[in-house]
T-cell receptor
Framework: QKEVEQDPGPLSVPEGAIVSLNCTYS??????FMWYRQYSRKGPELLMY????GNKEDGRFTAQVDKSSKYISLFIRDSQPSDSATYLC????????????FGGGTRVLVKP | GAVVSQHPSWVICKSGTSVKIECRSL??????MFWYRQFPKQSLMLMAT?????????EQGVEKDKFLINHASLTLSTLTVTSAHPEDSSFYIC?????????????FGEGSRLTVL
């Protein structure tokens, strides 16, 4: 069993719809949770960063962390074709300088 | 956010040759950098942790003699793939903690695509 599980997709939605992404994990020591967006042949770009449980909102993006269920989510409202990319969840035990454990990534396609 | 630059962005080499990839933190200092490898349609797999002024820490299953890492300064880490073979063809990405507003935030380079013929 992988430490972090993520549905690979692809997830296809019409423009304007809400995109819902999630990851489950097994290591209860994870404290820091991140979502990255990766366009083809590019490095990952940090979208959301959350410490411990709770919700965080930034523009069209909302990240949720439920440590009791070992489950994290990312919601993208009013999706745009430019949101088409692979979304990677990542998490770490410690803070600065600690290595990340990534999920496998979910490929998202937003159709105009 | 902080900027991490990688060079070259892509490289093609013959089997048996060595290839060096550079990772630079442009506007911040990084005592630690991470090197990841990503195969097509797969996630990032951590290869090693590069530590300024000391030896790198390699993940299980990663050959340290094949993937040489040097972190000679606070802004530069290099990954050298020695005696490259076609199975080493992959997307190599480095990252560094940027010391940004979020503790633990990692910034990634644009990646270097290696193709070994």
């Amino acid at each position: 069993q992988k430490e972090v599980e993520q549905d690979p997709g692809p997830l296809s939605v019409p423009e304007g719809a809400i995109v819902s992404l999630n990851c489950t994990y097994s290591n209860s020591a994870f404290q820091y949770f991140m979502w990255y967006r990766q366009y083809s042949r590019k490095g990952p770009e940090l979208l959301m960063y959350t410490y411990s449980s709770g919700n965080k909102e930034d523009g069209r993006f909302t990240a949720q962390v439920d440590k009791s269920s070992k489950y994290i989510s990312l919601f993208i409202r009013d999706s745009q074709p430019s949101d088409s990319a692979t979304y990677l969840c990542a998490m770490s035990v410690g803070a600065a300088g600690n290595k990340l454990t990534f999920g496998g990534g979910t490929r998202v396609l937003v159709k105009p | 956010g902080a900027v991490v630059s990688q060079h070259p962005s892509w490289v093609i080499c013959k089997s048996g040759t060595s290839v060096k990839i550079e990772c630079r933190s442009l506007d911040f200092q990084a005592t630690t950098m991470f090197w990841y490898r990503q195969f097509p349609k797969q996630s990032l797999m951590l290869m090693a942790t590069s530590n300024e002024g000391s030896k790198a820490t390699y993940e299980q299953g990663v050959e340290k003699d094949k993937f040489l890492i040097n972190h000679a300064s606070l802004t530069l880490s290099t990954l050298t793939v020695t005696s490259a073979h076609p199975e080493d063809s992959s997307f190599y990405i480095c990252s560094a903690p940027g010391g940004g507003r979020n503790t633990g935030e990692l910034f990634f380079g644009e990646g270097s695509r290696l193709t070994v013929l």
